[in-house]
Structures are given as structure tokens and as C-alpha cells.
T-cell receptor, first 106, second 116 residues
Framework: GIQVEQSPPDLILQEGANSTLRCNFS?????LQWFHQNPWGQLINLFY???GTKQNGRLSATTVATERYSLLYISSSQTTDSGVYFC????????FGAGTRLTVKP | GAVVSQHPSRVICKSGTSVKIECRSL??????MFWYRQFPKQSLMLMAT?????????EQGVEKDKFLINHASLTLSTLTVTSAHPEDSSFYIC????????????FGPGTRLTVT
């Protein structure tokens, strides 16, 4: 099956810093999504981005489908950005990466 | 707002008993829903695909007789953990494809199951 790798596994930032999270996948996909899992476990949809670039406030994402990777950019990070960020691919039965655990310190 | 709900949000049960978890799509119909399991500090693992009006499809290694799935309507799928054991304690999350933007999936808030 398709493999999804995320890097880095852990990231510690000072508030206000920028960061880039990466997601590599092993096969072509029709769907790629980025999620933020909050402390209560809820998966928050950040981006549905099988290809191209999208922006939403301080967050943006780019997927280069031909090269099988996606990037999530977080600018001017805030403490509320802390949590686990997951990349997932697939149409239906989604496969998740292991996640990036982000800690933003005040 | 939330597009997929789950009930209960947390449940504690004794070993050997059964627990039912409900997953509902709000204001849209979902012919297919998905059940995932997440152990502490780990990623989500797909357990099964729930198909309305037909049998569920289980991932390799998931016991279909232990995790019973019923998708009786276009807005409701249930997962029943039968004869629960402490190792079944986990966070169970369901999802559905809303269909407005292609294949984008929405996830429920999850159910934390603790088996004592």
C-alpha cells in the first residue's frame, strides 16, 4: 500500500517563528489533506490539496503531485498552533503519516 | 461547524462487555463512512470501511467478529466492540466524505474507550 512519511517528527519553535512541515508519499494520489489534531483529539481540516497551492491566514500548503510531496507552512507561529499535524492521502480509505508534533513556546 | 458527530465522546466499560459507538453525518448523506483507531501518541490506523446497506470491509488484522459495523442509513454508522478487553482501549474516530469538493474527508470528534 501507499506509504506516507512526515518530517520532522518533532518541532519546537519560539512564538513568532515560521516553520515548514513535509509530507512524502509513495504513489500518485487523488486526495491529500492536512489536519491539525487538537488536544482533545479532534482532527481539524486544514487543507484539501491534491495539487497546487492554497493559503488560509497564516497557513499555506503546496502539493507537487508529480514529485509526490506536500509542504505545510506555518508563519508567525502562536502557542495555539501547538499539537500534532497529520498528512493523509487516499480517496476513502485514507493513509496517515506518523505526524509532526509541534510545540510553540511563548 | 461540525459535519460529523460521534457518540459517546468517552466510555468506560468492564472486560467482557460490549460497547456501541455511533457516527452520524450531519446535513449530508454518506454512503460510505470509515472507522479509524488511534493509540496514544500514534497515528490513525484505518480499521474498516462502512458501506450503507452492505457489509463492511475490514483492514487486514482487524477482527470483523469483534468489531461489528452496521451502516443502516445514509447518515448513521455504528461500531460495536464486542467482548471488550483492556487492549481494546483506544481512541476511535469515524469519518465521511462530504462530496462537495471531491474526496475531502471530515472526521468526527472521536470516542475514547477505556476497558477496565
Amino acid at each position: 500500500g501507499i506509504q506516507v512519511e512526515q518530517s520532522p517528527p518533532d518541532l519546537i519553535l519560539q512564538e513568532g517563528a515560521n516553520s515548514t512541515l513535509r509530507c512524502n508519499f509513495s504513489d500518485s494520489v487523488n486526495n491529500l489533506q492536512w489536519f491539525h489534531q487538537n488536544p482533545w483529539g479532534q482532527l481539524i481540516n486544514l487543507f484539501y490539496i491534491p495539487s497546487g497551492t492554497k493559503q488560509n491566514g497564516r497557513l499555506s500548503a503546496t502539493t507537487v503531485a508529480t514529485e509526490r510531496y506536500s509542504l505545510l507552512y506555518i508563519s508567525s507561529s502562536q502557542t495555539t498552533d501547538s499539537g500534532v499535524y497529520f498528512c493523509a492521502v487516499g480517496t476513502g480509505d485514507m493513509r496517515f503519516g506518523a505526524g509532526t508534533r509541534l510545540t510553540v513556546k511563548p | 461547524g461540525a459535519v460529523v458527530s460521534q457518540h459517546p465522546s468517552r466510555v468506560i466499560c468492564k472486560s467482557g462487555t460490549s460497547v456501541k459507538i455511533e457516527c452520524r453525518s450531519l446535513d449530508f448523506q454518506a454512503t460510505t463512512m470509515f472507522w479509524y483507531r488511534q493509540f496514544p501518541k500514534q497515528s490513525l490506523m484505518l480499521m474498516a470501511t462502512s458501506n450503507e446497506g452492505s457489509k463492511a470491509t475490514y483492514e487486514q488484522g482487524v477482527e470483523k467478529d469483534k468489531f461489528l459495523i452496521n451502516h443502516a442509513s445514509l447518515t448513521l454508522s455504528t461500531l460495536t466492540v464486542t467482548s471488550a478487553h483492556p487492549e481494546d482501549s483506544s481512541f476511535y474516530i469515524c469519518s465521511a466524505i462530504r462530496g462537495l469538493t471531491g474526496y475531502e474527508q471530515y472526521f468526527g470528534p472521536g470516542t475514547r474507550l477505556t476497558v477496565t
